[in-house]
T-cell receptor
Framework: AQKITQTQPGMFVQEKEAVTLDCTYD???????LFWYKQPSSGEMIFLIY??????QNATEGRYSLNFQKARKSANLVISASQLGDSAMYFC?????????FGPGTRLSVLP | DGGITQSPKYLFRKEGQNVTLSCEQN?????MYWYRQDPGQGLRLIYY???????QKGDIAEGYSVSREKKESFPLTVTSAQKNPTAFYLC????????????FGDGTRLSIL
């Protein structure tokens, strides 16, 4: 069975500093996709970044980068130069065939 | 603009009543999903559909039903058998391949009166 683990229920970071949100996954499939979403207090889910299981380079999207370590089955999200608007819940997710699995989330609070 | 529309934004249900949450997409996506989110929790899959007239149960399908008669529509009915329906419900759609992210609607908050 597929599973996503996010071990940090809450994280604090000072504005303008970088922060790493942890994600580990479990699957026996060779082909899968890993995603990170941001959920502000308003509730909508915002797609941030994607990493494919066959991608050799770590994905980057602006201030977001994904530290993909396939052997360790980890896909950590790195946010550089944190902004106050980054305060939100962050979910790691995995897609295998037709099924999406989400982790429990990490609440990030950016301090001024 | 292309996207996913969920309605209503807020919904109240009386005891013993069935209610239907609407989800419409104009992205021409084959796959559609329904998730339930409880306060401070992650998303749990209720049902998903890969093609029209076909759908599969997710992890918490009991007390819910769906239909997929049209590609753009995937309504969710919360039946009276669902004893604890108060939650935030999110609908999503996706193109068929593993590499594509899900696109989400803005959600419906369901409460018991």
């Amino acid at each position: 069975a597929q599973k996503i683990t996010q071990t940090q229920p809450g994280m604090f970071v000072q504005e303008k500093e970088a922060v790493t949100l942890d994600c580990t996954y479990d699957t026996s499939d060779q082909s899968y996709g890993l995603f990170w979403y941001k959920q502000p207090s308003s509730g909508e889910m915002i797609f941030l970044i994607y990493q494919g299981s066959y991608d050799e380079q770590n994905a980057t999207e602006g201030r977001y980068s994904l530290n993909f370590q396939k052997a360790r089955k980890s896909a950590n999200l790195v946010i550089s130069a944190s902004q106050l608007g980054d305060s939100a819940m962050y979910f790691c997710a995995m897609r295998v065939l037709g099924n999406f699995v989400f982790g429990p989330g990490t609440r990030l609070s950016v301090l001024p | 603009d292309g996207g996913i529309t969920q309605s209503p934004k807020y919904l109240f249900r009386k005891e013993g009543q069935n209610v239907t949450l609407s989800c419409e997409q104009n992205l021409n996506h084959d796959a559609m999903y329904w998730y339930r989110q409880d306060p401070g929790q992650g998303l749990r899959l209720i049902y998903y559909s890969q093609i029209v007239n076909d759908f599969q149960k997710g992890d918490i399908a009991e007390g819910y039903s769906v239909s997929r008669e049209k590609k753009e529509s995937f309504p969710l009915t919360v039946t009276s058998a669902q004893k604890n329906p108060t939650a935030f419900y999110l609908c999503a759609s996706q193109e068929g391949t593993v590499v594509q992210p899900q696109h989400f609607g803005d959600g419906t908050r369901l409460s018991i009166l």
